[in-house]
Structures are given as structure tokens and as C-alpha cells.
């Protein structure tokens, strides 16, 4: 799984897998009820976050991670529809 939120600590290894199971479990959720979900988990790639320039701490972008996922989101979700 991406561990962009703990670099080099292995111990949170357990957290993430966690944390994934969870959105896992909603995807399924969702896809059982016709809702689109999108687990971005997934897509950290393709959003260009740099684990050292984007986070503000270990859950959560600053704001050059924000303006990533904006950015994504945008492009990626928003104009599809």
C-alpha cells in the first residue's frame, strides 16, 4: 500500500493496511448501491505528491498537497461529467 503518510516507519505499516481495508469495505459499499466512489489511495501517483514537499503532518496535505488534489479532482472527476 502507498505509505507516503508514515516514510520510513514501519510501524504504522498496520495503520494503513487498516485504513485501506476501511476504504476497501466503502467501495464495495458504494458499488453495491450505484454510488461512484473514488479511493484515492489508489490514484497518489497520479496526483504527483511528493512525500516530503506535500504533507503537513502524517495524515493531512499542506497546501502544495492540496492544490494537487484540487487539481485532480477537477481534472480527473469534475470534468468527466
Known sequence: P???LYPGD????EDLYQ????FNQVGVYAAERGVEYYNLFH?????GIDNEA???DSQ??????????TDYLAENI???R
Not at 490514484?43 to 496526483?47: G, N, R, T
Open 2 to 4: 502507498f505509505n507516503g
Open 10 to 13: 514501519e510501524g504504522c505499516t
Open 19 to 22: 485504513r485501506q481495508r476501511i
Open 43 to 47: 490514484a497518489i501517483d497520479e496526483l
Open 54 to 56: 506535500d504533507w503537513a
Open 60 to 69: 493531512h496535505f499542506n497546501v502544495n498537497g492540496q492544490f494537487k488534489m
Open 78 to 80: 469534475l470534468i468527466r
